[in-house]
């Protein structure tokens, strides 16, 4: 069954550049179509989608935070590995990473990871 | 960049009752791709509806989406008590993706 896991600290200090790891089963970043995403929601707010890779490792970026902003893959780990540069008490927020494969029968994010919690303070 | 907007903010209904959400998108949105999705406190989304108006896999069908171009709708036909939670709508057509601010559906 697929299934997504984020990983990464859960305190960093502002300036700081936070690093992410979404490692994932069930599915291969290298099958057509196949894309993972980065998604993070502040406490007590809405949803803001990050970026996104796809399988030719294409890559798209939040239009506000693509400057600081920068995704891998690892086809071989079964791995998508977010950077986030200059850290700020206001990206405090859960990261998830989540599933999306472009068919004709298919659309949005499935599959979603349960959420990393990462607090920005000094 | 397209930008969703969702309404009401809170809806307050009972169970039995149907709820009627509604995303509008501040340009078309391409192909139809508009997702809708539920959250409850502590747990991650969960894909409800995927182009427009297709169920994904498992979802009750009490729960259906309709709309085109820039105007969407979430209609859940009778609230179970495990429905009340957040909505959101994304559109996936056009880079970047975005998500609206979410509908709360809670009980009255």
């Known amino acids: 069954q697929v299934t997504l896991r984020e990983s990464g600290p859960a305190l960093v200090k502002p300036t700081q550049t936070l690093t992410l790891t979404c490692t994932f089963s069930?599915?291969?970043?290298?099958?057509?179509?196949?894309?993972v995403s980065w998604i993070r929601q502040p406490p007590g707010k809405a949803l803001e989608w990050l970026a996104l890779i796809d399988w030719d490792d294409d890559k798209y970026y939040s239009t506000s935070l693509k400057t600081r902003l920068t995704i891998s893959k690892d086809t071989s780990k079964n791995q998508v590995v977010l950077t986030m540069t200059n850290m700020d008490p206001v990206d405090t927020a859960t990261y998830y990473c989540a599933r999306s494969w472009r068919t004709p029968a298919t659309g949005g994010l499935d599959y979603w990871g349960q959420g990393t919690l990462v607090t920005v303070s000094s | 960049e397209i930008v969703l907007t969702q309404s009401p903010g809170t809806l307050s209904l009972s169970p039995g009752e149907r709820a009627t959400l509604s995303c509008r998108a501040s340009q078309s949105v391409s192909s139809s791709y508009l997702a809708w999705y539920q959250q409850k406190p502590g747990q991650a989304p969960r894909l409800l509806i995927y182009?427009?108006?297709s169920r994904a896999t498992g979802i009750p069908d009490r729960f259906s989406g309709s709309g085109s171009g820039t105007d969407f709708t979430l209609t859940i036909s009778r609230l179970e008590p495990e429905d009340f939670a957040v909505y959101y709508c994304q559109q996936y057509g056009s880079s970047p993706v975005t998500f609206g601010p979410g509908t709360k559906v809670d009980i009255k």
């Open positions: 069930g599915f291969s970043l290298s099958t057509s179509g196949m894309c």
């Open positions: 182009g427009a108006s």
